[in-house]
């Protein structure tokens, strides 16, 4: 047996290798005996497996909800000339401003401003408003015609 004198065979013992701490405890246990750590995250991240985005992307663009219908150009320029050719209660020629229009209606002017710009959603309580104090149909057929009251003849 030519065995070198400082070779040392060990019977009955495994190699250790690094162990992976699955709690807390053990992972303080590590730390106060002076064992060497590292500590890494491992995962998938933010990445789902399986998923096609394409498909997702495609889905989302077919059921898009169409944006709610605006007033039309015709309406928001009958508004516009009924308060140019308002007159007063004796008769005389008084035009109308937005902010005047909207103080009698009890609203924003912001709100006849974006009817005039036919930026606004249809509310058929507020244009109501707006044909009592214009005396100007401003809903259904006929826009702009001057308001009839009483009897059709």
Known sequence: MDRHPYHLTVIGQRARGPTVAKDGAALNAARRSGAAIDTDKKGTGNKIAGVDHAKIAKLDRDNEVAPPATVSME?????????????????????????????????KSTVIQDYENMKATPNPQILG???????????????????????KK
């Open 75 to 107: 309406l928001g320029k009958a508004i516009q000339k009924a308060r140019q050719n308002f007159k007063d209660s004796t008769g005389a020629p008084k035009p109308m401003s937005q902010g005047d229009l909207a103080k009698a209606i009890n609203q």
């Open 129 to 151: 408003q707006m044909e009592r104090i214009l005396k100007v149909k401003l809903r259904g057929a006929g826009i702009g015609q001057p308001l009839t009251f009483g009897k």
